[in-house]
């Protein structure tokens, strides 16, 4: 069997998505899609809509054939680190291709970039320190320039938030040496950011979140399949979706009891940004104030988010699981079929129940989903991560 | 002019303090009456009901000249260091003696057995590990079991609460070579714990706090002195009074998102205690669920609450403050006078506005109170600690 991966946060999975599903398989001629998807806290440093069992079915209902979860360590950081774990995942699970969604819709224009990438390391390295040095360049913006300055010629506009992450795709499969074909196609219709959907039936995630938190059921439903809608009112009878508004009075705690010079032991923390942090939380009132107090040229809102992530998570250098693994969250007949017959020459630990797991590998992500049901109605979720079975969707 | 020092809580300041206060005076013809009292937390691993200023301002008006605040380093824990951070402090203030209420009234037995403890320090360990080792000894009953091997015929009860207090006082005088006389009443009246006062104007501090939580002032008002009274109404009408309920759900946070292998450095958690800690945080829906689920006749409740403090307070070896010091709370005239005349003659650093002391070692602290305004109706709180001065009274 062929199989494609996919690399999503489906928050929620919705009819861009179920696009972007059907589109992978007919371009890449495939048998099995395999999903990999951010669990409970998302790439922004946001903790997502809803839980990752509920996401996971949305998928497998709408045609995705296997979910694995990508773990907390890789799925909550910038752009290399995501796409080097979601890689490993999909190479130990053996796909042939991956498909994503793009800007630029040229696979070639990623390929070639990466490849550019690899050869020129050195002065790469060394023009991005230049622009950054200059202090009006964010990170993002100072890995554009740098990259231009090297190839003035490449038509990949790096940036675009699609086209990175294409971008980290194809060099994750570069650096890692697997043999993943690239495919890709244009996003349309929705902007990722578009709060204001004009298309009949699509609009981006970030628009139906703002339609579901308004518990505007009636146009939300016009852009979601009728699985995703059924698992949200499902959801949504007893419980609240969830925001960082959930985790805030945490987040202050952390960030005015812990001793500041322990701070700069958690990922993405450093440059002081620790004093900034603390002395905001010391003031705002809510996350929306600490995000605008916080937030400057040179720390996007995006940074501030996925930092401020990792101090509520406690996540250190020592917190990382001691190496990726392939936890299943969901699984179609096909992708039960397609697991049998790969089984034994999977590289990475397969796991299916995270109580009979190896704790030194799933422990992290555990504690991100136990830290995950503090949101106000989740509280009898605590040990609902550790015990959970995959979702089997049968004929 | 001749001082004398007390160690106190005051929460609240009741009858039973003045008694006492009023005793001290006469028993060592003090002019000077100085109190190092507990801060927002104190030694039974409990936030206090109401802040330490309110609290320093009923011990000037009743009668005290001068409340400087026992370093949360040293007032959150067990006995030998608490006293040991009070003993540093009065010896520094130049105090002649000290004087405080203990089950066994006896100045001398005190200083003997203090006496007996430095000379006999090695078999006194010895026979500590041993009942410790047994398994059946909390290590308060260890401790009593241990000195009476040692002593058999001392009239000490080292099993009554105040009776350690005051064996700690006078050991730490020895050992830090202070010429510091003691002076003790036997407690009457009102036991420590006692819950259901009899005598008609002196009952417990806990008694007392109980009445003022289930709101019940009438009662509370024939034990305490009107100047408290009028303090505790007025901070009621615009808040509520704190207890550890306010700290539960941070506690919860902090158990399960703290990374285990990171519990260890916390002061006080060893034996694989965090495990049953976080064992509890799990499941428990409050804190006396959380106490009910983690209590032994190992860990009795007061190491529990102690230990929970040092982990929501995010205590480790590294935030003791750089040495010990004098932070005033309250002065009355003659308080002001005394100390302007020993001034130069004072060892320890005082501090009479945290915003101007040194940070390295004043951070520890205001950290603490920055925490304890995390209690329901207390967040406009938060900078208070940092800005306020010491409450003056004139005549």
Request: glycine share 4%; hydrophobic share 35%; proline share 8%.
């Given at each position: 069997m062929k199989a494609t991966g996919i690399i999503v946060?489906?928050?929620?999975?919705h009819n861009g998505h179920l696009l972007h599903l059907r589109e992978a398989k007919k371009q890449t001629h495939a048998d099995v899609i395999i999903a990999v998807m951010s669990g409970?806290?998302?790439?922004?440093g946001e903790p997502a809509l809803l839980p990752k069992w509920e996401r996971a079915q949305m998928a497998i209902d709408a045609g995705v054939d296997l979910v694995v979860e990508l773990p907390f360590h890789f799925a909550t950081q910038q752009a290399a680190i995501f796409a080097n774990g979601a890689i490993e995942i999909l190479g130990a699970l053996n796909v042939q291709s991956i498909f994503f969604g793009s800007e630029?819709?040229?696979?070639h224009a990623f390929s070639s970039a990466a490849k550019l990438m690899i050869e020129q390391s050195i002065p790469f390295k060394a023009a991005m320190r230049r622009f950054l040095d200059d202090?009006?360049?964010?990170y993002a913006t100072a890995w554009n320039a740098a990259i231009h300055e090297l190839a003035?010629?490449?038509?990949?506009?790096?940036?675009?938030p699609n086209n990175i992450l294409g971008f980290h795709y194809a060099l994750a499969i570069a650096e890692q040496g697997k043999k993943i074909e690239i495919a890709t196609m244009a996003r349309q219709?929705?902007?990722?950011?578009?709060?204001?959907?004009?298309?009949h039936s699509i609009a981006s995630a970030t628009a139906i979140r703002t339609m579901l938190l308004a518990n505007d059921w009636k146009k939300a439903h016009q852009y979601v399949p009728h699985t995703t809608f059924s698992i949200l009112q499902k959801f949504r009878e007893t419980h609240s979706f969830v925001s960082w508004n959930d985790f805030w009075p945490l987040l202050k705690y952390q960030l005015i009891t812990a001793p500041t010079a322990q701070?700069?032991?958690?990922?993405?923390?450093?440059?002081?940004i620790e004093n900034r942090l603390q002395q905001a939380a010391l003031h705002a009132i809510n996350f929306d104030e600490f995000l605008a107090a916080t937030r400057t040229k040179r720390y996007s809102n995006s940074r501030i988010k996925r930092t401020a992530l990792q101090i509520l998570a406690q996540q250190?250098?020592?917190?990382?699981?001691?190496q990726n693994y392939i936890r299943l969250l969901g699984m179609s007949v096909t992708g039960q079929q397609y697991l049998r017959q790969i089984k034994k020459d999977i590289a990475l630990p397969i796991i299916s129940t995270a109580s009979k797991a190896n704790p030194a590998l799933i422990e992290n992500d555990i504690r991100a989903t136990k830290l995950y049901s503090?949101?106000?109605?989740?509280?009898?979720?605590?040990?609902r991560d550790f015990h959970s079975f995959p979702y089997r969707k049968n004929p």
């Open positions: 946060e489906y928050n929620p999975f409970s806290f998302l790439q922004r630029n819709g040229d696979a202090k009006t360049h964010s003035p010629d490449l038509t990949l506009d790096l940036a675009q219709n929705a902007a990722y950011h578009d709060a204001n959907p004009t298309h701070l700069p032991s958690i990922r993405g923390v450093s440059e002081g250190t250098e020592a917190t990382a699981p001691t503090f949101a106000a109605t989740l509280e009898n979720q605590i040990l």
